[in-house]
Structure formats: structure tokens, C-alpha cells
């Protein structure tokens, strides 16, 4: 028979893998047009069933209202090297047609107090299935590979001590994403050299492949 789960679960599956390919399909676009390419690496999730229903009952959300309630049950993550990147990821993601944005979270110009800075966007997707049309929410994570970095090891440190982190790693962590925070800024400041240097290595990289 198969499990309730799995059958909610379905159309979340098929929106992440869709969504993978055509958010991986930007990047391929920009690298064909050799044009610095915003999106770094994209990657994507359906939230694990205990997640799910650990969150559900943190919100108080009835497990019938999960497909109204819980925007990210489907998951991506878009990965940028600069800043900069992620308000031209935004943008392209507002101009797309084939979903909705239906809001959008800045946690990049209001960190969170834990230190967490990530763009979040969630959207409608409308997933095409052999009973018909279903919009369901996903929610799409803009961050730099510094913000990436730190949300990454704080998300681990989280899982083992449940949120109630000792004082110690507690500052650590604060000035992990402070470190973080400078080192996007640094970047930025030589943005330019780098595309210029990443240019010529792609360049240089087809070459000795024509060869
Ligand atoms: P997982 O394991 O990533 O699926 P809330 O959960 O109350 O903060 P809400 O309304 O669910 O907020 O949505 P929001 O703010 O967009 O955050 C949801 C997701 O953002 C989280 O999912 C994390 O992926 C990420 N996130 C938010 N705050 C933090 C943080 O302080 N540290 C890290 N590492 N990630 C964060 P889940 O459900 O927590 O888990």
C-alpha cells in the first residue's frame, strides 16, 4: 500500500527536480554566453518527514493545513560568489513566468539575531500531474558561499544542541558570521579582478580543450 506520506510527498518531489533543472539551466545559460554567471551552484530538498513534522508542531500548524502553511516543504538553494548576485538572481526570478513569487524574506539586510543572513523567495509552482494542475509552495534560498558556509556549519551545531547552544559557541558563532560578513565585503571591493581572472581561466580552460 503506499503510505500517505509518500503520496503528499510526490508533487514536492516533482517540483524540486524540476526546479533544480531549470534554476541549473540559468547557470548554463550565463556560462554559454562566457557572461560572469550569478548562480554558483543551485541545489534542492524535499524536507525530511521529521523535520516536517518537528516544525509543524513548533508553528502550530494542523498537519492538514502543512500544503498552505509550510512554505518549504520543497526546497532550493541558489549559491552566489558576490552579494551583488543575489539581487540579479531576484530579479531574474520575479520576471519568470512559469511561477508566482508570492513573497520574499530579506534576511541579508535584516540578519537574523542567531547571525543567519540569506534572500529567501517563496513561490507558487504550479507541478502538471495526471489528475490535473497543483500549485504548491516551495521556498528558494539566495545566499553567497560565505553565507552558505556559516547557515551550513550553525544549521549542524543546531541539530545537537537543539538551538540551546553553550556560551562559547554561541559567540563563536556570532563571530563566525561577522567573519563571514567581512569576507562578502572583501570580495566585493575586487569583484571586477576576479570576473576579469575567471574570464580568462574559462577561456584559457577551452582552449586546451579545442587543442
Ligand atoms: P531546514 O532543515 O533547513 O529545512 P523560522 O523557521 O521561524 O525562522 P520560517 O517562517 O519557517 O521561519 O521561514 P524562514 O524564515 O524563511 O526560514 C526557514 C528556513 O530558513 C529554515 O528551515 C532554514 O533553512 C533557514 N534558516 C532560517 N533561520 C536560520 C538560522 O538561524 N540558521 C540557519 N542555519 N538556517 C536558518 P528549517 O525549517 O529551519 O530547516
Known sequence: ??????????????????????????????????????????????????????????????????????????????????????????????????????????????????????????IEYPVQTIQGERKILAEIQIRTLAMNFWATIEHSLNYKYKGEFPEEINMRLQRAAEAAFRLDEEMSQIKEEIQEAQVYFTKNKEATKKM
Open 1 to 122: 500500500m503506499i503510505n500517505q506520506w509518500e503520496l503528499f510527498l510526490a508533487p514536492y518531489k516533482q517540483a524540486v527536480d524540476e526546479l533544480k533543472i531549470k534554476l541549473k539551466g540559468m547557470r548554463a545559460q550565463f556560462e554559454r554566453q562566457q557572461d560572469h554567471s550569478p548562480i554558483e551552484f543551485v541545489t534542492g530538498r524535499v524536507k525530511p518527514i521529521a523535520s516536517i513534522l518537528d516544525k509543524a508542531q513548533q508553528k502550530n500548524i494542523p498537519l492538514d493545513k502543512l500544503a498552505e502553511e509550510m512554505q518549504d516543504i520543497a526546497g532550493l538553494r541558489m549559491m552566489c560568489q558576490f552579494v551583488d548576485d543575489i539581487q540579479q538572481v531576484v530579479e531574474l526570478l520575479r520576471k519568470r513566468n512559469d511561477f508566482k513569487v508570492i513573497e520574499e524574506r530579506n534576511y541579508i539586510s535584516h540578519k537574523k539575531p542567531s547571525g543567519y543572513r540569506s534572500y529567501h523567495v517563496v
